[in-house]
């Protein structure tokens, strides 16, 4: 091997390894990753009467997410998905936020927020429809109040925006949450909708996780200044949370809905984070970030964080982590099955939906197709 | 007021649409009216003159310069149970909003699998001749033809541009509303009581024997003009009022062709790509045998659209219109 091409394959520590953007992030963080916990004075009070069983929840709800997006990632490799957008890394920005959201309230996800379709109650093997690819979005947004996966970056910001619009005009207390990472804030649709949340004062909290890498470009790609301080120029609150830390990630959520439903407006919650895995299973992040930054995150795992907290707290005893890793293995088997025996969807699904009301030229499409299909001898088509 | 029968004798299509918006205000509380300078203005055609002061701000609402920001929130606020009716001020000033309508507002439906909804009206004053600046003449209306999901529509006087409205508001798909800006101020009759018929049906607008105009919008007055002008040569033209380009009721073109057995096809947009092509080809395959001539189109020039004072040339004109009638009938 030439010393050129192992050059070539290994990124150079100058354009992997990277100054943030801020010169020194201000992060709100309640839980350091050696799982201490550290006092707030604006925002203990969001969690200060959260009981060991809700910090248990949490836990499970995180090892579980994990355990669902790796059994995921697996079943791509296995071929039963097309694709997989991994959320490791981001579980407790995910769990913590949808932990702090009513039933009334409402998410515009984009296609990696698992962990929050997870608390909202929608089945996990319903999030792999699309990646399998036999529907776009394979869910009632309104029965578990999470809209369909938003594909193109940012667009759901301005849907979250209008949708919080119409509850200020119902004159209910409910909010409304929009995800979106560092690579959508480049959006116009993004700064739009700071600008008309702003304006009519909406219910909506902007929830930027920041995981560092748009595929493959880095953050200062996108900005000059630390995300959160957007929301200044806007006019409403910014602030930048511990991604990795679940409490923190809670505690902020809750204080920026409360200003939501007090009628405050909007909030731009900046969560630090990281995508430990590749954008999808079809990037190769080897050809662009050093391992050594990947390192340096597992060391703030927000995972291992909260077990060295709840150990030292005896608040779980190897009980409750035995049992949970049992259900862990049973929901990656289950989730396996169900990916295994979801079937192709009728070939007439096509035109099934293209209009609510109907369309005169999808009917002569439609019968067209079904007389084709038909002309074959064995009456099963093509 | 929507109780009432009342059948205004000369209405201007813009006061027809104003009208139809306020009585879909009035009868349902979930209609809201956002653009640019909708409010106390009542928009720059003044289509929504008075709404805001009957309906007030929250129901008739005038939102930042920002297209996709319309669009956008309107699909939010469809999503939470509200049929928003926007404005885009000029046709040429609808592209920021085009990623949300062709890629959020058309597949939503779809991509739901049935589950949500998306009656959204986008209204977009459309065409030219009013001697406008760059961007305040164009007609796209096959840009949002092309894509499922959308339906669209085009009136061509006052009653229509009532009732479509209406019908437009009604229905769950969403629909791109054009509205032919030059003819805003010609004035027809609307009888708020009775329906004339389904929104997505072409209608006759005169009945001919030698060969068959079809226009929407801003060009149906054009070809009245232009068979009233081949009769004076002996020439009976149909015209065929489409009213509707997606869906398009080519059942009602090829019973016209069938019939005179030669077409012309008229509209400002571009010829290449515009609905015209699609019409030639579809009546190409059904009427193969009935036609006596290849169909021809009459519309704008693949081109940007021309400053004001070369327009008249760029756009169908009645002499531009009898040019292809003559060459069909040529045949």
Known sequence: ?382 | MAAETVTFKNMALAKAINESLRRALDTDPKVLVMGEDVGKLGGVFRVTDGLQKDFGESRVVDTPLAESGIVGTAIGLALRGYRPVVEIQFDGFVFPAYDQIVTQLAKMHARSLGKVKMPVVVRIPYGGGIGAVEHHSESPESLFAHVAGLKVVSPSNASDAYWMMQQAIQSDDPVIFFEPKRRYWDKGEVNTEAIPGPLHKARVVREGTDLTLVAYGPMVKLCQEVANAAAEEGKNLEVLDLRSVSPLDFDAIQASVEKTRRLVVVHEAPVFFGSGAEIAARITERCFYHLEAPVLRVGGYHAPYPPARLEEEYLPSLDRVLDAVDRSLAY
């Open chain 1, 1 to 382: 091997m030439t010393v050129e091409s192992t050059a070539a394959r290994k990124p150079r520590r100058s354009a992997g390894t990277r100054k943030s953007p801020s010169t020194k992030p201000e992060l709100v963080q309640l839980l350091t990753p050696e799982g201490k916990r550290v006092k707030n004075v604006e925002y203990d009070k969001y969690v200060a009467d959260i009981t060991p069983e809700e910090l248990r929840g949490l836990y499970r709800d995180m090892v579980l997410t994990r355990r669902f997006d790796a059994e995921a990632t697996s079943l791509q490799r296995q071929g039963e998905l097309g694709l997989w957008a991994s959320l490791l890394g981001q579980e407790a920005a995910q769990i913590g936020s949808g932990r702090a959201l009513r039933d009334d309230d409402y998410v515009f996800p984009t296609y990696r927020e698992h962990g929050v379709a997870w608390c909202r109650g929608v089945d996990p093997t319903n999030l792999l429809g699309m990646f399998r690819g036999v529907n776009n979005g394979g869910w009632d947004p309104n029965s578990n109040n999470f809209h369909l996966y938003t594909i193109v970056i940012g667009s759901q910001t301005l849907h979250a925006t209008g949708y919080a619009m119409g509850i200020a005009k119902d004159g209910a207390d409910s909010a409304v949450i929009a995800y979106f990472g560092d690579g959508a804030s480049s959006q116009g649709d993004v700064a739009e909708s700071f600008t008309f949340s702003a304006v009519y004062n909406a219910p909506v909290v902007f929830f930027c996780q920041n995981n560092q890498w748009a595929i493959s470009e880095p953050t200062e790609k996108q900005t000059r200044v630390p995300l959160y301080q957007r929301a200044q120029g806007f006019g409403f609150p910014g602030v930048r949370v511990d991604g990795n830390d679940v409490l923190a990630s809670l505690a902020v959520t809750k204080w920026a809905l409360e200003r939501a439903r007090a009628g405050e407006g909007p909030t731009l919650v900046e969560a630090y984070t990281y995508r430990m895995g590749a954008h999808t299973t079809s990037d190769d992040p080897s050809k662009y970030r050093a391992d050594e930054e990947r390192e340096a995150w597992e060391a703030k795992d927000p995972i291992l964080r909260l077990r060295r907290y709840l150990e030292a707290a005896n608040h779980a005893d190897e009980g409750f982590f035995a049992e949970l890793e049992t259900e862990s293995e049973a929901l990656g088997r289950r989730v396996r099955e169900a990916v295994r025996a979801m079937p192709d969807p009728d070939r007439f699904a096509i035109f099934e939906h293209a209009y609510a009301d109907g369309h005169a030229l999808v009917d002569e499409e439609r019968a067209g197709f079904a007389a084709y299909q038909a002309s074959f001898a064995d009456g099963e088509g093509a």
